[in-house]
């Protein structure tokens, strides 16, 4: 058997925020970082022809958010694989929050 996994809000992956969800947390990280992966890989292209000095640096950053996916992976595999799952109690990431249809959220603007 591999090492103990560490309770929800037990691993420094874990949200420093104790009312939100460790399991949801991981999610959103998980979700964001392939946003972000999916992003640099966009302007790494525009870039590569015309700035290939930018377009390094957009690989470098594409390597992080791949590096923190596959770390924020990890510990979401580790916890539902211990049987861990969401806390209702506590507050999802608000990236993760869904709004209901056909209301606006934040990211509506007038």
Same mark, same amino acid.
């Given at each position: 058997?591999?090492?103990?996994?560490?309770?929800?809000?037990?691993?420094?992956?874990?949200? +420093?925020?104790?009312?939100?969800?460790?399991? =949801?947390?991981?999610?959103?990280?998980?979700?964001?970082?392939?946003?972000?992966?999916?992003?640099?890989?966009? !302007?790494?292209?525009?870039?590569? +022809? +015309?700035?290939?000095?930018?377009?390094?640096?957009?690989?470098?950053?594409?390597?992080?958010?791949?590096?923190? =996916?596959?770390?924020?992976?990890?510990?979401?595999?580790?916890?539902?694989?211990?049987?861990? !799952?969401?806390?209702?109690?506590?507050?999802?990431?608000?990236?993760?929050?869904?709004?209901?249809?056909?209301?606006?959220?934040?990211?509506? !603007?007038?």
């Amino acid at each position: 058997m591999g090492e103990p996994v560490a309770p929800p809000g037990e691993s420094p992956l874990d949200p +420093s925020i104790a009312d939100i969800d460790a399991v =949801a947390f991981a999610l959103e990280r998980v979700q964001t970082m392939l946003n972000w992966i999916g992003e640099h890989h966009a !302007s790494f292209e525009a870039l590569r +022809s +015309s700035n290939p000095k930018a377009a390094e640096r957009e690989l470098e950053f594409l390597k992080d958010a791949a590096q923190q =996916a596959r770390k924020h992976h990890g510990r979401l595999k580790d916890l539902i694989l211990a049987g861990y !799952s969401i806390d209702r109690a506590k507050r999802l990431p608000t990236d993760l929050v869904r709004t209901p249809k056909n209301q606006p959220d934040d990211t509506d !603007s007038p």
